[in-house]
C-alpha cells in the first residue's frame, strides 16, 4: 500500500493560518455578542442601585414617619420605635445594593462561554496540526 503524498509546507501554513483566522474572527465576534449581553446585564444591575438608593430616600422620608408614629401607638416609645423602623429601612436598602453589586462584578462581566471555546478550539487545533505527524519529525 501506498502513502499519500504529503503537502507541501507552505500549503499547510497556509490551511493552518486560514483555519486560525477564521477561528478568531468567529472568537470574536462570539465575545462582542457576549459582551453585549453582559452589558444589558450591567444595566440591569445598574437599574437596581438605583432602584436601591431611591428607596433609601423617598422610602424612609415617607413610610419610616408613619411606622414611627404606628410603633408609637402601639405602646413602644418614639426612640424604641423609630429604630426599629431605620433598622428595617436599612435592611432592604443594603439588600437591594448588594444585588445590583453583584451583577456588576467582573466575573459576571467575564465572557465565559468564549473563553471556554476558545480553549477548546486551542486544543483541536493542537491536536490537528501536529507537525510531527504530518512530516514524520520525531
Given amino acids: 500500500m501506498k502513502d499519500s503524498p504529503k503537502p507541501p ?60 408614629l404606628a410603633l408609637a401607638d402601639m405602646g413602644l416609645g418614639f426612640g424604641t420605635a423609630a429604630a426599629i423602623v431605620f433598622g428595617v429601612f436599612v435592611t432592604l436598602t443594603i439588600i437591594l445594593g448588594v444585588i445590583g453589586m453583584r451583577c456588576l462584578s467582573a466575573r459576571a462581566m467575564m465572557p465565559k462561554r468564549t473563553i471556554e471555546s476558545l480553549k477548546s478550539d486551542i486544543a483541536l487545533f493542537e491536536e490537528s496540526h501536529d507537525d510531527r505527524e504530518v512530516y514524520g519529525k520525531a
Avoid at 452589558?39 to 437599574?47: E, N, V, Y
Fill in 9 to 68: 509546507f507552505g500549503v499547510v501554513v497556509a490551511r493552518i493560518l486560514r483555519e486560525a483566522r477564521g477561528l478568531l474572527a468567529a472568537h470574536a465576534d462570539l465575545a462582542r455578542r457576549e459582551l453585549s449581553q453582559n452589558l444589558r446585564s450591567a444595566k440591569a444591575g445598574l437599574i437596581l442601585i438605583a432602584a436601591a438608593l431611591l428607596f433609601a430616600l423617598v422610602s424612609i422620608h415617607a413610610l419610616a414617619v408613619v411606622a414611627v
